[in-house]
């Protein structure tokens, strides 16, 4: 079965540096990729989607990349600010419609 | 902007009782899904419901669950005979496209308590 790893719980920057968050995974190779941020108490909210020939996709202060080698993904939030604090979630996408979750990396921005 | 709603936003019920969770798709979206989130765990794909008919459903989503479209707008989760482990967030969802590689509008969730 599909293995999705975030491999920090938790991540603590200082307001304007850049967070990265890393997403590895295992056993198939996705169609698609997607990261979504959750609030607590609130349901995820989608960032960005990264297909498997794309190898970066950009949105304003976000950042996602996709290595399909590495089976890896990394998102960036550069000039991080305390509104980004939150639980960031990556997510496969099989192409079944059928969204298999991490369990998230929590971010905590300093100011 | 459109956005998917959900009610109850907290249900409690007893073990053994039914409980309907109610959810109002984005208007013009063709897939539903439901997910659920135990408090401090992954979120977890349920079942996701296409032309009417369920489309994909995890081992989750066994005899116990249920979903339907009743009318044009609503699209419901029905849990018979809830148990202590039952007690999550359920997300409801929906999607627009049937292009495969499509975004997921997430609800608030109900809060599901079972005692």
């Known amino acids: 079965s599909q293995k999705i790893e975030q491999n920090s719980e938790a991540l603590n920057i200082q307001e304007g540096k850049t967070a990265t968050l890393t997403c590895n995974y295992t056993n198939y190779s996705p169609a698609y990729l997607q990261w979504y941020r959750q609030d607590p108490g609130r349901g995820p909210v989608f960032l960005l989607l990264?297909?498997?020939?794309?190898k970066e996709k950009r949105k304003e202060r976000l950042k996602v990349t996709f290595d399909t080698t590495l089976k890896q993904s990394l998102f960036h939030i550069t000039a991080s600010q305390p509104a980004d604090s939150a639980t960031y979630l990556c997510a496969l996408d099989t192409g079944r419609r059928a969204l298999t979750f991490g369990s998230g990396t929590r971010l905590q921005v300093q100011p | 902007e459109p956005e998917v709603t959900q009610t109850p936003s907290h249900q409690v019920t007893q073990m053994g009782q039914e409980v309907i969770l109610r959810c109002v798709p984005i208007s013009n979206h063709l897939y539903f899904y439901w997910y659920r989130q135990i408090l401090g765990q992954k979120v977890e794909f349920l079942v996701s419901?296409?032309?009417?008919?369920?489309?994909?459903k995890s081992e989750i989503f066994d005899d116990q669950f249920s979903v339907e479209r009743p009318d044009g707008s609503n699209f419901t989760l029905k849990i018979r005979s809830t148990k202590l482990e039952d007690s999550a967030m359920y997300f409801c969802a929906s999607s627009e496209s049937q292009v495969v590689a499509y975004e997921q509008y997430f609800g608030p969730g109900t809060r599901l308590t079972v005692t």
């Open positions: 419901f296409y032309n009417n008919e369920i489309s994909e």
């Open positions: 990264i297909r498997e020939n794309e």
